[in-house]
């Protein structure tokens, strides 16, 4: 048996901390950036008899799955909680969690035993591969759940007397959309998804059909949040007349069939929170750009204006509206950055036609803080970008993925490669770029966890050394 102790200083009292832990959402946070799980089964406590089931792709074995079925052993709230690995990748796993407060401050001990396959044999070829099975991921794991419980809490200390909110979420499955659930869960919010497909009775979750019109409007009356992260996917297929018009119809249809149905509610929502992006700019070069800046050219463009202009009628009955133009949203486990993993871990990784255009990224953490804070604040209203202070060149972006990932970036690919494999989108999405600030956002008091592109990286890689 291994023993592994790993401890986490949290600027929060004790009450609050078990109370983080003991939220559904927590397990989404906890989980390493990098890590893809999908979960199974999940009993909504800690104590002793629960269970939470996941899925989760097995290291280095390309296309299989692997289960963990973690059952809670122990329980004493607010010092102690405890799970065992009843089935999984380890012989053995015991995981006990000690909190304990001393002025106001709680720390966290994560105390394990665990056991790898094959004993001895087995610590050894991962000690021969540096920690790559076993050791290495362990601490990179538990690196990772303390800057995210840290973080996390001190984004909801900001707002600790300000009242929870009833929000509503609308694309809550994708990229965005589930660390924000789960995010605002931990806080105590009571967080409800709207999904396309039939709901279970007794879940937090409501149906609507956008593309048919069909909201029924008693199920959002008294939501004090409506926020809306839905769309067909801008980078997901090349821009076929066909995907154009199903990008542009699906904003149109949902964010309408939203702005509408509230404005005419009783008791309507205090904020209705818009996906955009900044698009809305379209190819300027060198040119900074602000909110204040004027529109581009483009089908990017014009999908945005008009993108945001779907949200008058709420605007227009006195619900706060904001606009978030995303940046490019870093994640190790979707987006641009997800997709381009797999090639440059293989050595093939490199600018992108010349690598001149500029990148205006936004880590995830701070894309779901950026929404929490604009929600939280009634003064800010309007379009807001979301992107990192620091936006840099493609090729700087590319140097630094290398060195993060220790690989080389001499791998270049041309733009008319790009032009040939994805066709249109590849000259606005990659091809061209945007050199966007986000003024807006800092002069309304937010304060970016990742304003480099390295410290993003890393975090988001679990590559600290």
């Excluded at 000690?98 to 790898?116: F, I, P, Q």
């Amino acid at each position: 048996m291994t023993k592994y102790k790993h401890e986490t200083v949290v600027n929060a009292d004790i009450k609050s901390t078990f109370d983080w832990f003991e939220h559904e959402g927590s397990f989404r946070r906890l989980m390493p950036p990098w890590e893809v799980a999908e979960e199974v089964r999940a009993d909504d406590s800690l104590e002793v008899g629960s269970q939470r089931i996941f899925r989760f792709p097995a290291p280095g074995i390309p296309f299989v799955n692997m289960t963990w079925v973690a059952e809670h052993t122990g329980y004493d709230k607010p010092n102690y909680f405890a799970d065992t690995m009843i089935k999984g990748p380890f012989w053995k796993w015991n995981h006990n969690h000690y909190l304990t407060e001393k002025d106001g401050v709680t720390t966290v001990v994560d105390d394990v035993t665990y056991s790898v396959p094959f004993g001895p044999i087995g610590m050894l070829v991962d000690k021969i591969l540096g920690g790559a099975l076993v050791t290495g991921r362990i601490s990179s794991m538990f690196k990772a759940r303390e800057l995210r419980l840290q973080r996390d809490m001190r984004e909801h200390s900001k707002y600790s007397t300000i009242p929870k909110k009833k929000i509503l979420i609308a694309g809550s499955s994708g990229l965005i959309g589930t660390q924000l659930v789960a995010f605002l869960d931990t806080g105590g919010h009571d967080v409800w998804r709207l999904v396309r497909r039939p709901v279970k009775e007794g879940s937090k979750e409501l149906t609507w059909k956008p593309d048919e019109g069909i909201l029924n409007s008693s199920d959002i009356e008294g939501f004090d949040v409506v926020i809306h992260l839905g769309g067909a996917g801008i980078g997901d297929k090349r821009w076929s007349k066909k995907r154009k018009a199903l990008i542009v119809d699906s904003r149109r249809e949902s964010t309408t069939l939203l702005s509408d149905t509230m404005s005419k509610l009783e008791n309507k929502p205090e904020v209705f929170i818009v996906a955009s992006a900044i698009g809305y700019y379209g190819n300027r070069g060198d040119e900074e750009l602000t909110e204040d800046s004027p529109p581009g050219e483009g089908f990017l463009t014009d999908t945005v204006i008009d993108w945001e202009s779907y949200a008058n009628s709420a605007r227009e009955a006195g619900i706060r509206v904001v606009n978030t133009r995303n940046g490019i949203v870093l994640s190790a486990t979707g987006g641009a950055l997800g997709r381009m993993l797999l090639p440059w871990k293989m050595g093939g990784g490199g600018p992108l036609a010349g690598g001149k255009q500029w990148m205006s990224w936004i880590s995830l953490d701070d894309e779901i803080y950026a929404i929490h804070h604009l929600m939280m604040n009634n003064k800010c209203e309007g379009a807001y970008n979301l992107t990192a202070p620091n936006p840099c060149m493609q090729k700087v972006f590319s140097k630094t993925l290398g060195k993060v990932l220790r690989r080389p970036a001499i791998a270049p690919i041309p733009g008319i490669s790009m032009k040939i494999l994805f066709g249109e989108l590849a000259q606005s999405l990659l091809i061209e770029g945007q050199r966007v600030l986000p003024n807006k956002l800092e002069e309304s008091g937010y304060e970016f966890v990742h304003k480099d592109i390295e410290s993003a990286l890393r975090d988001s890689l679990g590559k600290w050394r």
